[in-house]
């Protein structure tokens, strides 16, 4: 299995910044793309951006509209980490913040599994 650890979330207020870190450990050789996640309450949890681990140390990336030009994942290869940078926060930034690791399934066409952590919580002020 896999467990994933996140850290860095906290209060700022709007304008500033966090960095985000997941540390992964386990069985983590099949991983082959990580994301990060959020849900506010009473909201669905939505993809915050994602990574495809490809064997470089930063694959092709995906932003969600909302955050697209502020934040920035990436990954630290010989840390088993992945970051997510956070700037120009907004209030509507708040919410649980969720990292997930993506392997290929056992036996196709299975679906693939989905690891997660437990969430930071990232508190954006007025």
């Known amino acids: 299995q896999v467990q994933l650890v996140e850290s860095g979330g906290g209060l700022v207020q709007a304008g500033g910044s966090l960095r985000l870190s997941c540390v992964a450990s386990?069985?983590?050789?099949?991983?082959?793309?990580m994301n990060w996640y959020r849900q506010a309450p009473g909201k669905q949890r939505e993809l915050v951006a994602g990574i495809t681990i490809d064997g470089t140390m930063n694959g092709p990336t995906k932003y969600g509209d909302t955050v697209k030009g502020r934040f920035t994942i990436s990954r630290d290869n010989a840390k088993n980490t992945l970051y997510l940078q956070m700037n120009s926060l907004k209030p509507e930034d708040t919410a649980v913040y969720y990292c997930?690791?993506?392997?290929?399934?056992?036996?196709?066409?299975?679906?693939?599994?989905?690891?997660w952590g437990q969430g930071t919580q990232v508190t954006v002020s007025s």
């Open positions: 386990g069985n983590i050789f099949g991983i082959n793309g």
């Open positions: 997930n690791a993506m392997s290929p399934p056992k036996r196709w066409p299975d679906p693939p599994t989905d690891y």
